[in-house]
Structures are given as C-alpha cells and as structure tokens.
C-alpha cells in the first residue's frame, strides 16, 4: 500500500461548491508563478500562471490571486468536480538562479459526491 | 505525442546497484530538469540544463550524474543506489517564453 501524502494538508470540499487552496511563497525576486495540479500515478500539470507584475488572472473555472505584499498565492476553482480531486501546487520562479522552480508542499483535494 | 516521456516508469533495483533513467522532450524548449518527489509529495530539484550545459546543480549526492547529450534529451546516472534514493523522479522542460512541462514519472524502488 502507498502511505504517499498522507501528511499533506487536506481541503474536503463539496461537489458544486468553490475551492481555495492558499500559498505561501518565500523569495521576493520571483517573477512568475505556476499552480500544477498532480493526479495519482502523474506528473504535475499545468492549471494556470501568474506573472510578478499582476494579481489576479482568470482561467477557465481557475482564478489566481497573488499578493506580492505578503508574498501570499491563491487558486481558486470555481465549482469543483470530482475530478479536481488531485494534489494542488504552487511553484515559484527565479530567473536570476537559472529559471529554478521551486515548489510548495502541496495541497490535496477531495471532492465530496 | 508525449511531450516529455521518461523512461522507464518503474524501476525495482538493490541497494549498490547502478542504473539510468532517460528523459527526451519534442517541445523543442532548450532547458530541461531533474526533479525528486519524497514519500511525502515535496518535489525538490535536482539538476537543470540549458542547450546542453549544466545550470543547476543543487546539493545533491555525487552518486547522481546527469548528461545532456542534445538539448532535447537529459538523462540520469546513479551510482552505488541506497534505500533513501527511493522515490520518484520527474523530469522536465521549458522553454524561453513557454512554462514547464513534466513527464509522468519514474517510480525508484531500492531494495
């Protein structure tokens, strides 16, 4: 049996109901930020990016909201399906030390039928 | 097409033993990655190259060699395998004005 993720926070949410799934990010010269989305057995995909000299962007069913001032991340999914049950996470970019994405810890979703 | 694809999926091997992971993208992005997953989801980089030359190198065991031999393919050595290199390995690729694309994934198992 796979243990995997069993620490990771977790966000029960509803069927139908509207998702947030927060960030914390540490390196005030990141310029571009990306929330993936990890199904079981996958790589992370992409959702949606947001650059540094923006603070909100819309997607379809996906909204990010970046606060630079408290260097705070957010994606909001707006109805949430059973299949946006996955691992949720934020990554940052730093140009200067060679593009390096670095990751959060990862959120997990489960959506209740 | 698989825009990123690593071989192989899984690997089972023992602990000393050598082995290889292989990573090839067709996005034509010139800079390409090397990923650890722990038991525990935290993804964490290990190497990253750009047109064959290598720009990251965070701190990680010298039993790990990546080699680049074309831009589109970046592939992962290690040597003398211990249980704690169990996990899985993600390699990636991205481009100048494109973000990050992963693969699916290469599930080490030492035993």
């Known amino acids: 049996g796979e243990s995997v993720g069993l620490h990771l926070p977790t966000l029960s949410v509803q069927e139908g109901d509207n998702s947030i799934i927060n960030c914390a990010y540490s390196n005030s010269a990141s310029d571009y930020f990306i929330w993936y989305k990890q199904e079981s057995g996958k790589g992370p995909q992409f959702i949606i990016d947001?650059?540094?000299?923006?603070d909100k962007r819309q997607g379809q069913r996906v909204t990010v909201l970046l606060n630079k001032t408290v260097k705070h991340l957010s994606l909001q999914i707006a109805a949430t399906q059973p299949g946006d049950s996955a691992v949720y996470f934020c990554a940052e970019r730093d140009k200067a030390a060679g593009n390096k994405l670095t990751f959060g810890g990862g959120t997990r979703v489960l959506v209740k039928p | 097409d698989t825009a990123v694809s690593q071989t192989p999926k899984y690997l089972v091997t023992q602990m000393g033993n050598d082995k290889s992971i292989k990573c090839e993208q067709n996005l034509g992005h010139d800079t390409m990655y090397w990923y650890k997953q722990d038991s525990k989801k935290f993804l964490k980089i290990m190497f990253s190259?750009?047109?064959?030359?290598?720009?990251i190198n965070e701190t990680v065991p010298n039993r790990f060699s990546p080699k680049s031999p074309d831009k589109a393919h970046l592939n992962l050595h290690i040597n003398s395998l211990e249980l704690g290199d169990s996990a899985v390995y993600f390699c990636?690729?991205?481009?100048?004005?494109?973000?990050?694309?992963f693969g699916s994934g290469t599930r080490l198992t030492v035993v």
């Open positions: 947001i650059r540094s000299n923006m």
């Open positions: 990636a690729s991205s481009g100048s004005f494109t973000g990050y694309t």
């Open positions: 190259y750009n047109n064959k030359e290598l720009i």
